[in-house]
């Protein structure tokens, strides 16, 4: 039971239709308490705590040998969306900033994330095609990844740092 409450982040997984997108979701509000608990280091803590725990719940729930996995599982999402996130509760807490003051970063972080995580290019893909509960963690870790670059880029942009 423990498993199930931790891969389906607290039963979000449950939700139709597109499930991971209900994690991506459910993630956001979690991420702004994550960061106004502990700033980016409680964030990131949080991130890798909540990986090892999906890790191992993902692991239990598809023990079975069936789909590797199941739709309901978005704790990927989760850790996944809350990496997207970390340009923008870094920024917020190293200049002491209200983290929703950067909402247009949050909107990107969502969208670019939910981009990759459905689209899968690259090790996204790599990784999805593991076929075990580390490569359902691992895509959404690189699309996080991908998605804070893409932040990043944008926030750049935004700010005239990229204009010539």
Do not use: N
Not at 94 to 122: C, S, T
């Amino acid at each position: 039971m423990i498993a199930r409450i931790l891969g389906t982040a607290c039963f979000v997984g449950y939700l139709r239709p597109a499930p991971g997108t209900w994690g991506s979701l459910a993630a956001l509000p979690l991420a702004w308490v994550l960061h106004q608990l502990g700033g980016f280091p409680g964030l990131a803590l949080a991130a890798v705590a909540y990986f090892i725990a999906a890790w191992w719940a993902t692991a239990q729930m598809t023990a079975d040998g069936g789909d590797h996995d199941p739709s309901e599982i978005v704790a990927d999402e989760v850790v996944g969306q809350w990496i997207a996130l970390f340009p923008l509760s870094y920024a917020a807490w190293d200049r002491g900033l209200d983290i929703l003051v950067m909402w247009p970063g949050w909107v990107a972080a969502f969208v670019l994330f939910r981009l990759f995580d459905i689209w899968k290019p690259w090790l996204v893909g790599w990784a999805d095609q593991r076929g075990d509960a580390l490569g359902v963690m691992l895509d959404d870790v690189i699309a996080g990844v991908f998605a804070a670059i893409g932040v990043m880029l944008l926030a750049a942009l935004a700010h005239g740092v990229l204009m010539a």
